[in-house]
């Protein structure tokens, strides 16, 4: 794999009985991308993103994370990566300090680092003052918030978020562009995942258009734009399957306002 590469995934498919969710899917994203995988519900997100971060078994394909195997290597591969699912998977009797802590020692982060990290995020998603509280008390939003504050203090390689955006106020949904922005710029990767053309738009560098499990399209927004009614299977009918509704109208209109960046 060539070294700017962090992720790479070839001919990748997965059925469920007969019906074919994923069909051979190829994609090369290199390292410092923030990459978004757009395509409308039931496309086939999840389960590529389930077989990329070695949840779910792919039936073919080859998928490498940073250079290594993610189902031949799978602990290696894993150090290397966070994933973020659509729905958080938390500890509902820990706090969120709690919940924290332990990622910090499973991923035997240094204790000072740990501490300084753990707050900057809390704070960032305006979450220090609950922190202590448990979680089962969390709004959906805020579990999300404390989910992504474990992966921010892990600072891992490559990110993968499923539908990061859903359950966040438009506030949050604008802290995590800008943090995703800035740590792409030091060179992290994201693959995140959306159904909302506004939000791949505004948030990703370059977007993979995913529909009835086969990627449709690839390029940057501009690029695609371009594309619109050009192409025999147009894309314009696509897009505007893709927009936005009016509850995501503020979300949308807080990550369109450009404001100063969030440094990590
Ligand atoms: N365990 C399963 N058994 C059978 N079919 C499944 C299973 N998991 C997913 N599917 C089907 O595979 C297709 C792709 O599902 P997937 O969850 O990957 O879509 P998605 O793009 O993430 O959609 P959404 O935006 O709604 O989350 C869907 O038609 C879904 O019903």
Known sequence: ???????????LSKSYGSFHAVKNVN?????????????????????????MTGLLEPG???????????????????????YIP????????????????FIGSVFQIDQDVFEERMEKYLSLFELSGRADELI???SHGMKQKINLCGAFIRQP??????????GLDPKGAKTLKNLLQSMCRQG?????????????????DR?????????????????????????QSSLEDLFLELTGDADTLHLIQELTDDDEKVEK
């Open 1 to 11: 794999m060539e070294k700017s590469l962090s992720i790479k995934v070839r001919n």
């Open 27 to 51: 994609l090369e994203i290199k390292k410092g991308e923030l990459f978004c995988f757009l395509g409308p519900n039931g496309a086939g997100k999840t389960t590529t993103i389930k077989m």
């Open 60 to 82: 073919i394909g080859e998928i490498e994370i940073a250079g290594t195997n993610i189902w031949k290597s799978p602990i290696e591969a894993k150090k290397k990566m966070a």
């Open 86 to 101: 659509d729905h958080p998977i938390l500890y509902p009797k820990l706090s969120g300090r709690e919940f924290l802590r």
């Open 136 to 138: 089962e008390s969390y």
């Open 157 to 166: 390689d490559v990110l993968f978020l499923d539908e990061p955006t859903v």
């Open 188 to 204: 992290m990767t994201v693959f995140m995942s959306t159904h909302i053309l506004e939000i791949a738009e505004q948030m990703c």
């Open 207 to 231: 977007v993979g258009i995913i529909k009835n499990g086969e990627i449709i399209a690839i390029g940057t927004m501009e690029e695609l734009r371009q594309k619109e009614g050009k192409t």
